[in-house]
DNA sequence: TCTATTATTGAATGAACGTTCTATAATTCT
DNA sequence: AGAATTATAGAACGTTCATTCAATAATAGA
């Protein structure tokens, strides 16, 4: 009975995604997300009520994709203490790639908004707290197999994973370089070991 | 042979960063730093040339204080594992703070303008290298005193404490709590000691 | 005391901001 | 085919932005 919708909505999101993680919401106009996505003022407005709106959408599109892909890299690896490892390699050589420069959206935005901004910051902390929940049943079920050793605390190694990653994507966007990289690899996996 | 300077400029450089501090570069008008210095449009771009100047400055200002009272608290402790442990004890108490919400003001520039400004991860760069020397140092002492195990890498280990801070300082301000923080904490200091 | 110099003031500037609005195009149901 | 409905386009809105400027106030040397 009306004129269909002629955007894909992921497309948009995606391409809005990519617009405020390289600059940030605040410096993220209109006009450059209409220049991004294509579509008039008057129909981002339409489909997301306003730029906040668009933000968290483009938030979530990247959370849930991150979260999703993390999960399926675990769950194909040959075990779940191997499956952390190639996350972390992957992780701090993502981080020490002085072309890229740039962080998690995630983090990027915790530390904009977060502060003051109730909403983002509960959107932000489900996205961590999956990701967190994934890491969390792989080293319970490492230590279930005896591959992680059983005086370890899993729910402890759980939160500091998390907190290396933090620490590796501001490391990306400061000073990307594979040696020093490298040496906080190390002592995160050390932590993954006997000791 | 002129009026001279009526303001302190220390005064209106800590009023500066603490407003930068809290909302960022981009979110932070020149109105909001007029009423946070009580300095008129005119008198701030005669100090400082422009909104960045001044940014830059509140920078550096914030960068340096950070840096000395880290350099003081390690002089101060009774061994350099002990500043060091003392220290990492501060932040974890500090992120673990509901109320304060607030990450390092470097931290939260990095990810706000590093990645796009070469000026402003220099000058990051600068500060973040300043803590990390402090620290290599302790770590070094340390060693030589056989506080710290021989076959630990202490240039490893003090690009690790550096992404340990910043993994806390996205902790506090996106989930606040005593328990997670002293969950990081523990995984930190256990590689500190002999294993 | 007068002159030169510089700090301070706050209004003025044009550009850019997020958002809204009206006219138009496209589609479906009757 | 016509009527009803909704997406799209892009100009227009008032506001706020960073910055500049002309007028004024305050000081130091002559």
Same mark, same amino acid.
């Given at each position: 009975?009306?004129?269909?919708?002629?955007?894909?909505?992921?497309?948009?999101?995606?391409?809005?995604?990519?617009?405020?993680?390289?600059?940030?919401?605040?410096?993220?106009?209109?006009?450059?997300?209409?220049?991004?996505?294509?579509?008039?003022?008057?129909?981002?407005?339409?489909? %997301?009520?306003?730029? +906040? *709106?668009? #933000? =968290?959408? @483009? &938030?979530?599109?990247?959370?849930?994709? /991150?979260?999703?892909?993390?999960?399926?890299?675990?769950?194909?690896?040959?075990?779940?203490?191997?499956?952390?490892?190639?996350?972390?390699?992957?992780?701090?050589?993502?981080?020490?790639?002085?072309?890229?420069?740039?962080?998690?959206?995630?983090?990027?935005?915790?530390?904009?908004?977060?502060?003051?901004?109730?909403?983002?910051?509960?959107?932000?902390?489900?996205? %961590?707290?999956?990701? +967190? *929940?994934? #890491? =969390?049943? @792989? &080293?319970?079920?490492?230590?279930?197999? /005896?591959?992680?050793?059983?005086?370890?605390?899993?729910?402890?190694?759980?939160?500091?994973?998390?907190?290396?990653?933090?620490?590796?994507?501001?490391?990306?966007?400061?000073?990307?370089?594979?040696?020093?990289?490298?040496?906080?690899?190390?002592?995160?996996?050390?932590?993954?070991?006997?000791?």
């Amino acid at each position: 009975m009306a004129r269909p919708i002629q955007f894909e909505r992921d497309n948009v999101l995606e391409k809005a995604m990519q617009a405020f993680w390289a600059h940030g919401y605040c410096a993220t106009s209109i006009a450059d997300l209409v220049e991004a996505t294509q579509l008039k003022p008057g129909s981002l407005y339409a489909a %997301f009520k306003s730029k +906040e *709106g668009l #933000f =968290l959408a @483009a &938030l979530d599109y990247y959370g849930e994709q /991150g979260a999703t892909r993390i999960g399926q890299a675990l769950a194909a690896a040959d075990s779940p203490l191997a499956g952390i490892r190639g996350y972390f390699q992957q992780l701090a050589r993502d981080s020490a790639d002085a072309q890229a420069m740039r962080s998690c959206f995630l983090v990027n935005t915790a530390l904009e908004l977060a502060g003051h901004n109730e909403i983002v910051r509960e959107h932000i902390n489900r996205h %961590f707290d999956t990701v +967190e *929940g994934h #890491f =969390l049943r @792989a &080293l319970q079920a490492a230590q279930a197999s /005896g591959e992680l050793a059983a005086n370890k605390d899993p729910r402890a190694l759980a939160v500091f994973l998390m907190n290396s990653i933090w620490g590796l994507r501001v490391l990306g966007v400061t000073a990307p370089d594979p040696q020093r990289s490298q040496a906080v690899l190390q002592q995160i996996l050390t932590l993954l070991d006997e000791c």
